[in-house]
């Protein structure tokens, strides 16, 4: 007889319902005649990027876009995308990286001379052609070259017969926020896109928009569109005024393991730093910043959801468990499900990420290995 596997403690449940809501959401936006780009790096902010590329494929995705090299791959050889479509890597690669976009057939961002004659010789070498999309930085100051240096580059990539330049892209550095400044780096990128399709008559693949610009500058959409939070069911920032009908697609849920009735006076977790100022229960939930809850949220006035009712988590967040303060009416019992953020209940990775100081972007991408998956 196999060895029974142990039930669970704590779960993120990924519901890829809710993923193809938020999608068809944003085509509605973006409208017909835009790519989507489905930015999944960092194993899809958290949510298993086989399981989210798998489902976006299947909904009419064919491009992917993955952090680096190392994420393209695995995306690629991972098995996860049945049909020909194409991984962009944001990354700008390490000279020792070039060949592996070749021998998978990975798409690189460009960002210098030095790898655009490095991956020309490489690529002469194995007699096969590198897909680029050469970047440009209108003011992110992350990756890429200014406007002019950048049409420099272009031009000399159209002189190396191995590479085939694809795109051209930009990346907005505050997009929920000033809109002046995103609308300048905008008409910076265009200027350029506009002076080289005029002069060679050729067409890019042209793309800048994240979530941010797809919510607040549809004349950011140009040919395609690279959504990763909006995806996720999350906006941006609370500021963005135009809003879609998105739903969560990660909900955290751990198990009641040990529940107590203590005094008034009773101190709860490391630090002693809260009290119980009255007789009350506590329940102590299997799951702690090792999972992903972040301690940071100490004391913050989070609450967790147990059978349709909200309880204050309370006293220092451990690794592995919290606690929670039922007060003296609640009927939980060990094994009950305790949802610490998601689409039920009032907290969210919004919510959390507010009162802990964060976005719900690291909240989403900090979620552990040891929380497993669950697809619904
Ligand atoms: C190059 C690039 N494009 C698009 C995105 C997606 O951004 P967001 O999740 O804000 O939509 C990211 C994520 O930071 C990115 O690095």
């Known amino acids: 007889m196999p060895a029974p596997t142990p039930e669970p403690m704590a779960e993120a449940i990924v519901s890829l319902q ?52 190392q994420e393209a791959i695995d995306l690629q050889t991972g098995g996860a995308l049945k049909k020909a479509s194409s991984i962009l890597a944001f990354a700008s690669p390490l000279p020792s990286q070039i060949p592996l976009y070749l021998q998978h057939g990975i798409e690189m961002t460009l960002c210098n001379r030095e790898t655009l004659l490095a991956a020309e010789s490489i690529a002469a070498a ?167 809850y972040p301690r940071s949220l100490s004391g913050k006035g989070a609450t967790v959801t147990a059978n349709g009712q909200s309880y204050p988590q309370v006293g220092t967040i451990t690794m592995d468990q919290i606690m929670v303060n039922l007060g003296t009416r609640s009927t939980a019992k060990v094994g009950d499900r305790v949802i610490l953020f998601g689409w039920e209940g009032p907290s969210t990775a919004e919510t959390i990420a507010d009162l802990s100081g964060t976005i719900s972007y690291e909240i989403l991408c900090a979620v552990s290995r040891r929380a497993g998956r669950v697809f619904r």
């Not at 085509?27 to 976006?56: C, F, P, W």
């Open 18 to 69: 809710h993923l193809q809501h938020n999608l068809s959401e944003i085509q509605k936006r973006t409208g017909e005649g835009v790519r989507i780009m489905g930015v999944v790096k960092a194993n899809a902010y958290g949510h298993d990027v086989h399981k989210v590329s798998e489902t976006l494929e299947q909904n009419g995705v064919s491009d992917f876009g993955v952090a680096n090299i």
């Open 126 to 292: 194995t007699g096969k052609k590198l897909t680029v999309h050469i970047k440009v930085d209108t003011g992110m100051g992350r990756l890429g070259l200014p406007p002019a240096a950048a049409m420099e580059l272009l031009r000399a990539s159209e002189q190396c017969r191995r590479i085939e330049v694809k795109g051209m892209y930009t990346h907005f550095a505050d997009s929920s926020g000033d809109m002046e400044f995103t609308r300048r780096q905008l008409s910076d990128f265009l200027s350029l896109t506009t002076e080289y399709e005029h002069a060679s008559g050729k067409r890019l693949l042209k793309h800048a928009a994240n979530s941010g610009a797809i919510l607040s500058l549809p004349e950011a959409n140009l040919d395609m569109v690279r959504p990763g939070i909006t995806l996720y069911g999350y906006h941006p920032a609370k500021e963005t005024d135009t809003r879609l009908n998105l739903k969560p697609v990660m909900q955290v849920e751990a198990k009641v393991v040990f529940l107590k009735t203590v005094p008034a006076g009773t101190t709860i977790s490391y630090g002693r730093t809260w009290t119980a100022p009255a007789i009350t229960t506590i329940a102590t939930v299997a799951a702690g910043y090792a999972d992903g």
